[in-house]
């Protein structure tokens, strides 16, 4: 795997060859470029502090503060903006995730990099079995195209011995994994001190076993998109897509990753394909076969006004069914059992996957807007939020759609509130028509929406997260949201989240009282890290 080098004072922005490796395998190893001795004292303090406090949650950057000058590294800075845009926003959930050694008699065992679960040593925070992250603090979508990355910081050499983390390259679109998908399994080899490895944020991935004498630390860190792409953000972009060099994953999936480089362009497709066989593509959707299932999106994506009708119908055919309900039921104890069709498309808390018919509505524009409208009417919630999504896919050229969408908000269904504000957000344009309804969902209590399955968070606690999420990615004048950004730092809040994306809105579009107040925020929640 290529690592991003520095190249003194020129641009560090990712090339072409990079961003087409990022697409195909949704990983890159990056160098900090930052002094040795800074790492060994970041190691040095998380040492400090995870055996003195043991976990510190999302606290962890203001405890190690030098941690910032990690991602402030002309590298991560390059390569962030040239996978999520300049304006790209560092999420306020980030975690220490340390890896303990496997007990002496342990470390001898030999590892290919492709098990699944091997031993972790007592106490490790590092997940060992393939899976994919869930959203914090609870489910949102599973996106095709790059809103959200991960940011692994390792602050000491980490050789395979030592168990970096290992990812399924190319797996982050998939909707699942199979024993012969783990034969893929890459682990990085080339993790020194002050290594970062990139990752989408979808992408299946596993710690390792950590076969030597001496505690891994690795500090996870998520960042996000806050704008649509308008033209290139990387050294490049002019050219169509071609596949890079060399990729890692199992599957070629030229289709899918021509859609997402022309979306990261800006580039939205008038030409058309040909519309072949579209009754053999929509029996491919949502189906096991992930090269077929991929293809068959952005196939039917690309053909126009034909692929509409097939489509619409095909996503109807599944109303009816109560997908909105999980494929599975809480337990007493508090743990889950399987209580339907695992492998059909159903909402889930993790992350949730819509129909594979949603992902190509969206990629057909324009057109299907008036039809997904429609679809917004109806009485299924699957449906609408699929519709909803599809919208938010097309992106600002659905902004007629938002007064509309505004509408659903007030739902009593957590579930469709949450997926509509993601797609007001993903449109990012007409917000206004939508505000007031936002500020009406930040003042109503967490606990007013029910939730079946008791969770570490509220629903509320999501809904909240995602309405302030909307005004971060709006093009609201400042002027209309202020106050109640203002309000928003202010008001008692059980997590972090909501202040700080109200925060962040304030530092970059807030007038000189906006920034006084998010000044006086900083000053009463700032740390002494020399303690």
Not at 110 to 130: A, K, V
Not at 352 to 369: K, P
Not at 394 to 408: D, E
Request: proline share 6%.
């Amino acid at each position: 795997m290529g690592r991003f080098k520095s190249m003194g004072d020129s641009d560090l922005k990712l090339d072409d060859e990079q961003v087409r490796r990022f697409i195909c395998d949704g990983v890159l190893v990056l160098d900090s470029d930052a002094d040795a001795s800074l790492h060994q004292g970041i190691r040095d303090k998380l040492e400090s502090i995870y055996r003195n406090n043991g976990e510190t949650g999302n606290n962890i950057l203001p405890q190690v503060s030098k941690l910032q000058r990690v991602l402030d590294s002309p590298p991560v800075i390059g390569a962030l903006q040239s996978i999520l845009g300049e304006s790209y926003m560092q999420y306020p959930h980030r975690i220490l995730v340390p890896s303990e050694p496997l007990k002496p008699e342990q470390r001898n065992i030999e590892l290919r990099g492709d098990e699944n679960g091997p031993p972790m040593g007592e106490g490790s925070l590092s997940y060992s079995y393939w899976h994919k992250d869930t959203y914090m603090p609870l489910g949102r979508t599973r996106y095709h195209v790059p809103r959200f990355v991960y940011l692994f910081y390792f602050p000491q050499d980490t050789p395979v011995e030592k168990g970096p983390t290992r990812v399924i390259p190319g797996s982050q679109n998939q909707d699942r994994l199979s024993e012969a998908d783990h034969a893929y399994a890459h682990v990085p080899d080339q993790v020194r001190a002050g290594s970062c490895i990139l990752t989408a944020f979808d992408i299946d991935h596993a710690g390792m076993s950590n076969r030597t004498d001496q505690t891994r630390y690795m500090v996870k860190f998520v960042f996000r998109r806050t704008r649509n792409p308008e033209k290139p953000s990387w050294n490049g972009g002019m050219d169509d897509w071609r596949p890079p060099d060399e990729y890692l994953g199992r599957y070629s999936h030229p289709e899918t990753w021509s859609y997402v480089w022309d979306w990261m362009r800006g580039k939205r497709r008038s030409e058309t394909e040909a519309a072949t066989d579209i009754d053999r593509h929509i029996g491919h959707l949502n189906g096991a076969d992930q090269q077929q299932r991929l293809a068959a999106i952005y196939s039917l994506g690309a053909m126009g006004e034909p692929a509409l009708a097939p489509l619409l119908s095909s996503l109807l055919a599944v109303e009816g069914q109560n997908r909105i309900e999980p494929p599975y039921v809480q337990k007493a104890d508090g743990s889950f059992e399987v209580s339907a069709d695992s492998a059909a498309r159903r909402w889930t808390e993790g992350g949730y996957i819509f129909q594979d018919e949603a992902y190509a509505l969206g990629c057909l524009g324009e057109i299907a807007i008036d039809f997904l409208l429609e679809l917004l009417d109806r009485d299924d919630a699957w449906i609408v939020i699929n519709a909803a999504f599809a919208l938010g896919e097309i992106g600002s050229a659905a902004a007629r759609a938002v007064p509309q969408l505004a509408a659903l908000l007030d739902s009593p269904d957590h579930r469709v509130v949450r997926a509509v504000l993601e797609s007001i957000a993903c449109i990012g344009s007409n917000t206004i028509a939508a505000l007031p309804a936002i500020s009406k969902l930040l003042y109503t209590k967490r606990d007013a929406w029910t939730q079946d399955l008791q969770l570490n968070y509220l629903a509320g606690d999501q809904i909240h997260l995602n309405a302030i999420d909307v005004l971060l990615q709006s093009d609201l004048d400042t002027k209309d949201l202020e106050d109640l950004l203002i309000d928003m730092l202010e008001r008692p809040a059980p997590f972090v989240y909501v202040p700080a994306t109200a925060l962040e809105i304030l530092i970059r579009r807030g007038s000189p009282k906006g920034t006084r107040h998010a000044l006086q925020y900083l000053q009463a929640h700032c740390w002494d890290d020399c303690r």
